[in-house]
């Protein structure tokens, strides 16, 4: 059973920081992308910033120069460092990792969610 358990959200002034953590638990799983989403209520979950195995970032255009997303392949966990922190940010954030699930017969491509954090930035 693979877990992601998030950790770090909560309440900010405008112009703070944050840092979200998101690990990974479970055997027989290789984690290929990690990245992370958020969603207002009533709204579809939008892509906020996104890390590729190799290292490779992309981010939505709201977030690019104020968020950095990272990983430590060791400890299985990707991390979302939020600076200049704006209310418009404010919203329900979710880690996801995809990669290869070998539990079974044939190994198969899967995708998990966290949980969600709250951020809420006031103005």
């Known amino acids: 059973q693979v877990q992601l358990v998030e950790s770090g959200g909560g309440l900010v002034q405008a112009g703070g920081s944050l840092r979200l953590s998101c690990a990974v638990s479970?055997?027989?799983?290789?984690?290929?992308?990690m990245g992370w989403f958020r969603q207002d209520p009533g709204k579809l979950r939008d892509l906020v910033a996104h890390i590729t195995t190799d290292g490779s970032t992309n981010y939505a255009d709201s977030v690019k120069g104020r968020f950095t997303i990272s990983r430590d392949n060791d400890k299985n966990t990707v991390y979302l460092q939020m600076n200049s922190l704006k209310p418009e940010d404010t919203a329900v954030y979710f880690c996801n990792v995809d990669g290869t699930d070998y539990h079974g017969i044939v190994a198969r491509d899967v995708a998990y969610w966290g949980q969600g954090t709250q951020v809420t930035v006031s103005s």
């Open positions: 479970g055997s027989a799983f290789k984690i290929n992308n």
